[in-house]
């Protein structure tokens, strides 16, 4: 592995776990592609991402190009003569930057492709309900997440798992499948396989309206939404105002537990004003554990009812 010259290309915590066990296993890392600061907080300072705060504890170089196809950034690119680009986490390469290797660009995917193609893989396997999902290794081409498998190694979603315990899981996972991967690479031990023709579940980019809950699904579906989404980017729904002068509650939900039923309706809600708030679904009950209210801190049920009151009659939205 050391003879390979790498360079590494990662933004979020996910690929930290990557690059720091490729350097624990003694990667010659030659350089460290990763997004450009970005204003965050209150003061919009700028902040660095993940990935360059740990690449700039380790002294490594780091590139941040505002586009991958700039004439400097290809330059200072083919400057450092990788034989090998590792991609966790990072945008979609043109073919000028993943071609540019003799050993080629492999990206590390948080699913068993072909399945959950695409930017969110990890809360779509928990909002459709799946029991196990992975981690691939493979071969950047042309089209998105399509190139040729090197690895895969098979994770289980547990009940209790959420998108927040998946992710930890899959990114310590992953980041062994990356060495591994680089280990075979470099002894020339490989065998990449044509992924199936077969479409596989989509794992599109969550927007804020996918998020909102509809209560009139079925309980497990609701359910498996709110664990999908939590802790981010959260599933949200309305809660309805007392009277007409006032303005509807956005309220995001971050953990429910199925209940059986009560009878409740769609939406109708149960509270009794101490620990307990139940909605209902279209076939069963949900508990509500932990929630947040627009503006204020995430906070158990009990904490919630402390210093909030949920009117009679009040329901979600769907």
């Known amino acids: 592995m050391q003879d390979l010259k790498i360079v590494f290309m990662g933004t979020p915590e996910f690929a930290v776990e990557s690059l720091k066990a490729l350097i624990e296993a003694g990667a010659n890392i030659v350089g460290v592609v990763t997004s450009p600061d970005k204003p ?10 993940p990935v360059k705060k740990y690449a700039a504890e380790k002294g490594l170089k780091i590139l941040q190009p505002e586009k991958l196809k700039n004439t400097d950034f290809l330059r200072q690119l083919e400057s450092l003569q990788a034989d090998l680009q590792v991609v966790v ?9 993943w071609n540019m290797p003799s050993r080629g660009t492999f990206n590390l995917h948080a699913s068993l492709l072909p399945e959950y193609r695409g930017a969110a893989p990890i809360n779509w396997a928990i909002i459709n309900g799946e029991e196990k999902t992975g981690v691939t290794t493979f071969f950047l081409k042309h089209e998105i997440d399509t190139g040729d498998i090197i690895f895969q190694e098979e994770v289980p979603i547990l009940p209790d798992d959420n998108a927040g315990s998946l992710h930890d899981k899959l990114m310590v996972t992953g980041a062994k499948l990356v060495v591994k991967t680089v280990n075979a690479i470099a002894n020339q031990n490989i065998s990449p396989k044509p992924q199936p023709h077969k479409q596989g579940k989509p794992a599109p980019k969550i927007y804020k309206e996918d998020c909102k809950i509809d209560w009139y699904r ?10 999908g989404l939590s802790p981010y980017p959260a599933a949200w729904t309305e809660l309805s105002a007392p009277d007409e002068e006032e303005e509807n509650k956005t309220l995001k939900i971050f953990k429910t537990e199925k209940s059986g039923s009560s009878g409740l309706n769609p939406g109708d809600i149960y509270c009794d004003g101490k620990k307990i708030i139940l909605a209902g679904t279209r076939d ?5 554990k932990e929630l947040q209210l627009a503006g204020k801190r995430r906070m158990s049920t ?17």
């Open 284 to 288: 069963g009950d949900l508990k509500i």
């Open 218 to 227: 079925d309980c497990e579906t609701v359910h498996n939404k709110i664990r």
């Open 40 to 49: 965050a907080g209150r003061g919009r300072k700028l902040t660095p991402s």
């Open 302 to 318: 009990e904490e919630f009812l402390k210093g909030h009151n949920i009117p009679d009659g009040a329901f979600f939205i769907s």
């Open 89 to 97: 986490a990072f945008r979609m390469l043109p073919e000028v930057v």
